[in-house]
């Protein structure tokens, strides 16, 4: 039960900011950046399957263990990390267009 609760706790906060965050950031800095490559139209399919998965991870490798440990540092560690992660695959593929090596390809 503890896990079902953290995990539609993650649900909530992590849907809830990652739309705040691509709210601000989309117009800002991946729409100049990725331009054309940039999706004009939402998969929702894809990303429905992203907002149930990733807070299982959270619940599995963040909350979990600080459950059971106690250790909320630890957590918050565990949390960074986590974001760092997430944080630098939408980096890459917001450079990518400019990277050298394979380069993302619009959808047609």
């Known amino acids: 039960m503890a896990l079902a609760l953290a995990y539609g706790c993650a649900l909530i906060l992590f ?3 990652d739309f705040v965050w691509l709210g601000t950031m989309t117009p800002r800095f991946y729409k100049p950046t990725l331009g ?5 139209d939402v998969n929702l399919k894809a990303a429905a399957a992203f907002y149930l998965f990733y807070p299982i ?10 459950l059971k440990s106690g250790d909320v540092r630890g957590a918050l ?7 760092m ?4 695959r939408r980096l890459r593929v917001a450079i990518g267009k400019r990277a050298p090596g394979p380069r993302p390809v619009p959808a047609q």
């Not at 991870?57 to 600080?66: K, S, T």
């Not at 992660?85 to 630098?88: G, K, N, T």
Request: aromatic residues 4%.
């Open 15 to 17: 849907v809830g900011l």
């Open 36 to 40: 054309d490559v940039l999706l004009t």
């Open 57 to 66: 991870g959270l619940v599995i490798f963040v909350i979990a263990p600080a």
């Open 77 to 83: 560690v565990m949390g960074a990390g986590g974001a």
């Open 85 to 88: 992660s997430l944080a630098d």
